[in-house]
């Protein structure tokens, strides 16, 4: 029996590194390193030091070693997927010269508007980039540090994304993949390179970026002996482009152009996300139209508040998460961090519909269901860039797939399903973004697809079966209470559509 290869796929988000320790033959999750971020900021700041997720991906690849008992001389490869849009701007020695501002920092709304209006309006950033520039987005972030610290921005000797930076750190050489590339705002996915008219209007010098590869399997180089001496990991195992942590859950689940096309994903962690992988370029001003990881498309939709909202809701009512009933006539909607979709960079949170017997149980139930019913809002619109009718019964009646720390919450399925009215897979597989890192890594070690990797990793017995939840009658009166209180309360309460 030849001997057991090990790939290392990492998971670098807002919260937290996680360093997936994964079989390359069979996809079996081996072990799980892990080790925390700090986020830092008030009033729509929120940053990072890029220097913690190198500790971090130290620290958990190390856990991971020790957890799996796996020989350090078994990795063959290993690849990055970070949180998507955060601005990291570096010197000449590759040192960070201020905090990234993370996919969540709301401070560059203005600017965002001002590029928007400076390239012709919407249906021209969605003709070029396929994403109509919100605060989210990399390329507002470098508006505002350009406008509000110009020192820093004339100083920066490269930017990067945050997986770009980890990945440069890993194998010495600057470099992204069209996925993550295609969220800054500077990347065209017409024509699959940088926009030299958009660098021009952002006063930015392509010179400072890195070079996109062909996939975010491409191997880009081979760990160097310094990584490796970080890590404990052999000098010269094969590193991956990696990509974004949404086109990366979307490898891990087998979706792209070897495996699943436009079958849709709703996503609960820190941001909720709708997404599917297509072979149709979308052009929606509603969706954030990414690239894929591995040469597809990835049509997005993207809320800055899902989990942690609710948790906050449930810490201010002294209740457990899971004890929750259907909200009756009170709506919430957690605009806690503004909100990306629909664009309310400048709102916060609405609780309204309140009577003497509303219980705080139904309280909690609201705020359940202004989080699903914000991501499930844009499910429609995510079809039909695929190039699908939503109200073709063959495509209502495909499953959602339910990933993220929510999809373990019976309270997160159970209103997903009640407002959706569709039928839910919650996959076995654990940590699809790292699974989805790991087959990249593969791929970057063995020179096969990503997809296909993950796709056959999905059939062996050590991945977790699948859980199927048939369909439930759709909660209209609900969905349609939500929609209501939105459209009223969008103007004047909560800053416009």
Known sequence: MPPRTVVIGVDSSTQSTKAAFVDAGTGRLLAVGRAPHVVT????ARESDPEVWWQALRDAV??????????????????????????VVLDREGRPLRPAMLWNDTRSAPQAAALTAALGGPDAWTARTGTVPVASITATKWQWLRENEPETATAAAAVRLPHDFLTERLAGTAVTD?????????????????DPELLEL???????????????????????????????LPAG???????????????????????????PVLSLGTSGTVFAASRTRPASTALSGFAGADGTYLPLACTLNCTLAVDKVAALLGLDRNDAAPGGEAVFLPYLDGERTPDLPTAAGLLTGIRHDTTPQQLLGAAYEGAAFTVLRALDELLRACGLDPADPEVAGRPLRLIGGGAQGRVWVETVQRLSGRPVIVPGSGELVALGAAALAAAAAGGEDPVAIAAGWHTDEDTGEDVQLPAVQRDTATWQRVASALERAAGPLLGGV
Not at 41 to 44: M, V, W
């Open 41 to 44: 900021g008030e009033a729509g």
């Open 62 to 87: 190390a856990a991971g070693l020790k957890e799996s008992g796996v020989a350090a001389c078994a990795v063959t490869g290993i690849a990055v997927a970070g949180q998507q849009h955060g601005l």
């Open 178 to 194: 069209p996925g993550d590339a295609s969220g800054t705002g500077w990347y065209s996915t017409a024509t699959g390179a940088y």
């Open 202 to 232: 952002l006063g930015l010098d392509a010179a400072l970026l890195p070079e996109v590869a062909e996939t975010g399997a491409s191997r880009v180089g081979s760990l160097t002996a310094e990584a490796a001496d970080a890590l404990g």
């Open 237 to 263: 195992i094969a590193v991956a482009a990696g990509t974004g942590d949404n086109m990366s859950a979307a490898i891990g689940l087998g979706l792209g152009g070897a495996g699943l096309l436009d079958h």
